[in-house]
């Protein structure tokens, strides 16, 4: 079953806690890690930030209105914000694996809608209703594998999260290629374990069925992101 690390994060009452870090997920990330491109030194990590801190006065303005939204309505406010803030070819490329070269343009486009889709469905599900809750960029660093956003979730009962961002950049903007739960949970690396059955078994139109499955049922519509 495909599910998100997200899916995990709690914002609302209602929400369950962050799960605990599963070994290989966190190896597996690392590895991933290195097949992230080089970033260029000229642009500023101000400016990573900035992308990030984008996506959550988005997030915070959609939560105020997530029960009027409801789902399908929060879904079609965030969608376009995701498109605009990850890097979804670069994200979808990695999590789909070695096989990623042996799929047609079309094919490599359909997944990467999907994906796209799926995420944005997640974000749309999780934060749903505002309470209280903040959403905070708290500093950047360089490391072996590229420019980390740090940034923390403090949900409507105090209890902090630690969410990073590995970021990348693309035609000089900068866009989010992973996502850290806790520092260590791989958002890509998540996905790619979970691929791996689904595509062994129903091959890549699977698939794209399975993640648009999934983002119905967390948004409860069968919109398509434009």
Not at 133 to 151: A, H, M
Not at 156 to 166: N, T
Request: net charge neutral; aromatic share 8%.
């Amino acid at each position: 079953m495909i599910q998100s690390s997200l899916e995990n994060v709690s914002t609302s009452p209602r929400r369950a806690s962050v799960s605990a870090l599963r070994g290989s997920a966190a190896g597996l990330a690392m590895m991933l890690a290195l097949a992230v491109w080089p970033t260029p030194g000229s642009a500023t990590a101000e400016s990573a930030g900035d992308t990030v801190q984008g996506l959550y006065n988005s997030l915070l303005v959609t939560m105020r209105n997530g029960s009027t939204l409801g789902g399908s309505g929060r879904y079609a406010q965030i969608a376009p914000v995701i498109r605009r803030s990850f890097d979804l070819p670069f994200m979808a490329r990695l999590a789909f694996g070695p096989g990623w070269a042996a799929l047609s343009p079309a094919q490599q486009q359909q997944v990467t809608e999907s994906y796209g889709r799926y995420i944005s469905a997640v974000y749309a599900d999780r934060f749903d209703s505002y309470h209280g809750q903040k959403l905070d960029v708290t500093g950047q660093q360089q490391n072996p594998y590229g420019l980390i956003v740090t940034s923390r979730i403090v949900k409507s009962d105090g209890d902090p999260v630690e969410v990073d961002y590995l970021m990348r950049q693309d035609g000089g903007n900068w866009l989010i290629a992973d996502i850290y739960l806790d520092g260590s949970i791989s958002e890509v690396a998540t996905h790619r374990s979970e691929f791996v059955d689904i595509l062994r078994s129903q091959g890549v139109d699977g698939l794209i069925a399975a993640l648009n499955r999934k983002a119905d049922m967390l948004t409860a519509t069968n919109a398509r992101a434009d």
